[in-house]
């Protein structure tokens, strides 16, 4: 789809109209020295770099455990950290602001008890059964919870892989979030680069081999 040069490019371009949309023109660095390059042309640096795996640093590893939100189509609409020992279900509601509908999640968010809370926000969550329970719902809908669930492992995946998320090193919580939004929005403008394929997630066509 892109040569090299063309995808940084249509990054740039990307980041530079949306960026203008909301900062409505005023610059994100407001003191100290006019920097050589624009915000634009160094968050489209960091966008490129992180698609091209180019993300290391030596700072310190510091561990913690990553929830998302994932629309249908496989954009990340929502993202919050919590220490390794963290609940899962207490971090659910970081991030399901603004959602109403089916929520699918994994077997950690099973509970009856979440499951109400949920439904007092207009939000249906359905999980994957454990082998010691039995599932009573129509299996056409099991059948399409595991599809997004492949939809959702396919995009952690990416994560993994192609954006190291879980190889961030920081020196504090403040450079780890960074990092970490960094590369969820490398993820989110290679979907918005790719939005006229089949499948948007298939970056391997945005630069061929």
Known sequence: MFDTEDFIMAVFCCIDDFLEEITQGRPLRQRGFAPSLTDSEVITMEIVGEFRGLDSDKDIWMYFRDHLVISAVGVITGFTLTPANGSEREAVWDII?????????????????????????????????????????????????????????????????????????????????????????????????????????????????
């Open 97 to 209: 602001s603004g959602i109403r509908g089916l929520l699918i999640g994994d077997k950690g968010y099973i509970s009856g008890e979440l499951g109400e809370q949920l439904q007092a926000s207009h939000l249906n969550l359905q999980t994957p059964k454990r082998s010691n329970m039995k599932d009573k719902r129509d299996k056409s809908f099991v059948r399409l919870l595991t599809r997004f669930r492949r939809l959702i492992e396919t995009v952690i995946g990416q994560l993994c892989e192609r954006f190291n998320f879980e190889k961030v090193r920081a020196r504090d919580v403040w450079h780890l979030t960074s990092r970490l939004n960094r590369k969820l929005l490398a993820h989110t403008v290679c979907i918005w680069l790719n939005r006229q394929s089949l499948d948007p997630l298939q970056f391997e066509q945005l630069i061929p081999e």
